[in-house]
């Protein structure tokens, strides 16, 4: 389970269409270079936002990213959390496995995604939907 | 009641039209640059007949009736063009604020029960609400269809394939690599590798701002297609940042030549068709015969 944080900053975004992954990834870094994180923690978040925000657009057809600036024990960081109303993930230990794919991909986006950040948290139920939160600290 | 507005309008229609032209054509207002006089009282023209022609007693009350499509379909060309001829939404939706100044004038002029003066204007301020709220829709619409005009614009001219050298191509991706994108690429560049008979393809993705797996993948069946042909693909513009992502994503591309910028492939692909370039010194220059 996520610890709690300190919000300093929200908004959130919807992917509905393919277009809007690009809008949002650029929101993303504009929020990650407003904490002064660092080039490389900057592409690893903006990319595990990419995977993450493609495969809902994928499996359940959109959904909604909620942005937020955060603290906690005085390091401050980026969260996200993807919301979907999709059919859900029958067996969440299956889909974070490397090469695993029901849609004809290569199999990393959920396992990388999670590599690539510094938390992350999945929740899913069959026919209700998933929801993932990840966070990347700038200094992490 | 209603009855009698409609009649009145019909029978001021000629001075309700000269008045909003009036209106339209106030320096502050006009567009002479984007829409001459003619064409706007032409607008203005058609929009007031079906207006007059289509306004029943019954949906005067209800804006949703059937009897405003020819009006809403008029309205919604009419701003579909504006939105394309460059108006502003502010100049756009003058256009119905300035009729609905008319009309209310126009009432006041006429009616003189204070009651029913209220009443009236209620009703023509929802209708005409109504037709401005469909403008702005319908500008809305024109100004999206720019954009799209635009976004398939860019998607075309930014898939240039080079011929670097005899025999080899070079191909700088920039932006987003989709499914559609690299279906246009995969096509431009097999092509010519066929009719340049090229032996190697350059794949330079410098420009890409992010590396996620679908982007990969995308690369891989670019790369395996090119080898079909019997050509060798080099991708480069790898940065530091994207190849240390592409590690931890899990992404395997060790099956591929990769390099970090397009001059060191471009020198790998000399060493593939044996080629050597080097730099003229005066122990050299004696091979090489004066032009």
Redesign the interface.
């Known amino acids: 389970m996520i610890k709690t944080a300190i919000l300093l900053a929200t908004e959130h975004m919807s992917i509905l269409r393919e277009e809007d992954v690009v809008p949002f990834r650029y929101r993303v870094k504009e929020c990650a270079a407003g904490i002064k994180m660092g080039l490389v923690n900057q592409t690893y978040l903006i990319t595990a936002a990419s995977e993450l925000a493609r495969n809902m657009l994928k499996y359940a057809d959109g959904g909604i990213v909620l942005i937020e600036t955060i603290e906690r024990d005085g390091e401050t960081g980026i969260r996200l959390m993807f919301k979907d109303q999709g059919p859900g993930i029958e067996d969440v230990g299956l889909a974070l496995k490397d090469g695993f794919s029901t849609g004809g991909s290569l199999g990393v986006g959920l396992p990388g995604a999670k590599r690539l950040v510094n938390e992350f948290e999945i929740a899913s139920e069959p026919g209700k939907g998933t929801s993932v939160t990840i966070i990347r600290w700038a200094n992490g | 009641m209603a009855t009698e507005i409609i009649k009145l309008l019909k029978d001021k229609q000629a001075i309700i039209l000269e008045r909003w032209m009036e209106n339209q054509l106030t320096p502050a207002r006009v567009r002479e640059d984007l829409i001459s006089s003619d064409d706007l009282r032409a607008d203005s023209v058609a929009l007031i007949t079906a207006l007059v022609s289509n306004l029943k007693e019954k949906s005067l009350n209800d804006t949703d009736s059937a009897d405003f499509n020819p009006i809403t379909e008029l309205l919604g060309s009419i701003s579909f063009s504006r939105a394309k001829q460059g108006f502003s939404p502010r100049e756009t939706g003058l256009f119905i604020v300035g009729l609905k100044e008319v009309l209310i004038a126009v009432i006041q002029e006429e009616v003189k029960d204070p009651r029913q003066l209220v009443d009236l204007s209620l009703k023509i301020h929802r209708l005409m609400d109504n037709l401005l709220i469909i403008t702005f829709e319908t500008y809305i619409k024109g100004r999206e269809e720019v954009i799209l005009a635009q976004?398939d614009e860019i998607a075309e001219i930014s898939i240039p394939v080079i011929r670097v050298w005899d025999g080899i191509l070079a191909l700088p991706i920039i932006g987003?690599l989709?499914s559609a994108r690299t279906q246009v690429i995969m096509e431009a560049l097999l092509t010519e590798i066929v009719e340049s008979s090229s032996d190697i393809a350059i794949l330079d993705i410098s420009g890409v701002?992010?590396?996620?797996?679908?982007v990969?993948?995308h690369l891989l069946k670019t790369v395996s297609a090119t080898r079909l042909l019997g050509a060798t693909c080099i991708i480069s513009g790898i940065r530091?940042?994207?190849a240390?992502?592409i590690v931890?994503?899990?992404?395997d591309l060790s099956s591929i030549v990769t390099k970090s910028t397009m001059a060191s492939a471009l020198q790998h692909a000399f060493q593939l068709l044996r080629l050597e370039v080097y730099k003229r010194t005066p122990a050299n220059a004696s091979h090489v015969k004066p032009e």
């Open positions: 976004t987003t989709d701002p992010t590396v996620d797996s679908m990969a993948q530091p940042e994207i240390q992502t931890h994503l899990g992404i």
